[in-house]
């Protein structure tokens, strides 16, 4: 049986033995006692409630604190008691798993910032305040971005294109170079990562500056020598057979290097990002005209060369770097694709966006390589790039040009079919004169 009938019962039967002091006693005894049981009845209550209150008020809240209680506020204490105890057990079991979480982040070597769904900073671990020059206790509750001020980050925060980690340089009065990540969680929160790659850096910008200096150190020796080679070459008519082929064999080493030291230059001069691109409105149909005799001259009549331009469409980006791209790929498929074989190169608008590309119906490559392509020196066949005059270079080019013109570059292929490389523009590259 409920509480509810239980008590009913109770004022069922006062009722009942009311009415029948009522007919023994009269009717004012019988009112004297009802109000009489009321009036206790009353009283019972509001003790008990006061010492409800005064608990709620005043006291810790343990199980053990609650207090005593007579008749049914007996059962009602016991309940409160019970659920108490359950939900200071539930209380105590988060908070060990919180503390073991923050223990563990803690103990991370990366910083990580918990921020709101408006960009408010929540929670962040020790590491996160060295990085970011945050304070947990002070800036709980701040914009992210009053306190990490710079440029990129806010506008990294407000792209919400969290896929790519952001270098952020400077990101602080310790001068680190930072690696941040935004990770999207839970109901519109975000995890800032943070990693300190100053070391990393600093390698890299060694690696840069030494391929940079040695490439540019042996420039002018190779030159001198490739002078001189050119010269004995021209006066050394009535030499031997052997020394004429050692001279020819000399030149066209030299001439690698000194291809090579170029190429060296050029990835370096790509590689530095405090070298701005130019933006200029370039005539992609005039340089692809251009490209098409340069690389007929190169075929020497081998294979058919086709230009195909479906719009007067022009680039924005720089020249030299878009002619040097564009001149790699069409070499290449002269290079790569046998006598009597075809090669076209296309410029094409699809939808808003740019397309160039070089088709060839030469060696082809297998996928596997494919990937691979764009790493420096990284050949299919050694033996026959160098037998036709390759650095190993020429696609990385391709690539660092490409993603400073924020370009997508794609190579196609199939054995023994030909190739496609394809440079692919966005739209805001793109100036219309169709
Ligand atoms: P390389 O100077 O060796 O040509 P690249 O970086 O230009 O260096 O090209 C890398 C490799 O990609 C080449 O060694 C070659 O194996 C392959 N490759 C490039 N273009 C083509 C092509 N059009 N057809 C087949 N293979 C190609």
Redesign the pocket.
């Known amino acids: 049986m409920t509480g509810f009938w239980h008590r009913c019962i109770g004022l069922l039967s006062l009722t009942l033995f009311t009415a029948v002091l009522w007919a023994v006693f009269g009717a004012v005894n019988a009112l004297l006692f009802f109000s009489t049981m009321l009036l206790w009845s009353v009283i019972h209550h509001i003790r008990h409630m006061v010492k409800l209150e005064q608990w709620l008020q005043h006291s810790d809240h343990t199980s053990a604190s609650i207090p005593e209680g007579s008749g049914n506020w007996d059962d009602v204490f016991a309940y409160l008691a019970r659920y108490v105890r359950t939900h200071s057990h539930s209380q105590q079991q988060l908070s060990l798993a919180l503390e073991r979480m923050q223990r563990a982040t803690s103990a991370m070597p990366d910083g990580i910032v918990i921020l709101d769904e408006t960009n408010r900073i929540e929670w962040c671990n020790p590491i996160a305040e060295h990085h970011l020059g945050i304070k947990q206790d002070l800036d709980a509750g701040q914009q992210i971005i009053h306190l990490v001020r710079q440029i990129p980050f806010v506008e990294y925060l407000a792209a919400r294109k969290y896929s790519k980690p952001l270098i952020l340089k400077q990101a602080h009065y310790h001068q680190l170079i930072l690696m941040l990540q935004l990770v999207p969680y839970g109901y519109k929160q975000k995890l800032l990562i943070s990693r300190d790659i100053t070391r990393f850096e600093r390698l890299e910008t060694m690696r840069r500056d030494f391929i940079a200096n040695v490439s540019h150190e042996l420039r002018t020796p190779l030159t001198v020598i490739g002078g001189f080679l050119e010269t004995m070459s021209d006066e050394n008519n009535n030499d031997s057979e052997i020394n004429k082929r050692a001279l020819a064999l000399m030149t066209e080493q030299a001439i690698r290097m000194q291809n090579l030291v170029e190429?060296l230059l050029t990835l370096s001069r790509l590689e530095n990002d405090q070298n701005i691109i130019e933006e200029k409105e370039i005539d992609v149909a005039d340089m692809l005209r251009d490209l098409q005799h340069e690389a007929e001259s190169l075929s020497g009549g081998r294979h058919q060369i086709k230009l195909d331009i479906a719009t007067e469409s022009q680039l924005l980006g720089s020249e030299s770097e878009l002619r040097s791209a564009f001149s790699?790929?069409v070499?290449?498929?002269i290079?790569?694709?046998p006598e009597g074989g075809d090669i076209s190169i296309h410029w094409e608008k699809q939808g808003e966006r740019g397309i160039f590309y070089?088709q060839?119906s030469?060696?082809?490559?297998e996928p596997e390589?494919i990937p691979r392509?764009?790493e420096?020196?990284?050949?299919?066949?050694?033996s026959?790039?160098?037998e036709?005059?390759?650095?190993?270079?020429?696609?990385?080019?391709?690539k660092h040009i490409s993603s400073r013109h924020q370009a997508r570059f794609k190579?196609t292929?199939k054995i023994g079919k030909?190739?496609r490389?394809r440079i692919q523009f966005p739209a805001k590259r793109v100036i219309s004169r169709d």
């Open positions: 190429d790699n790929l070499s290449n498929a290079r790569y694709t070089v060839d030469g060696i082809g490559i390589h392509l764009t420096r020196f990284y050949r299919v066949d050694n026959r790039s160098r036709t005059g390759g650095t190993g270079l020429g696609l990385a080019i391709v190579i292929s030909g190739s490389f």
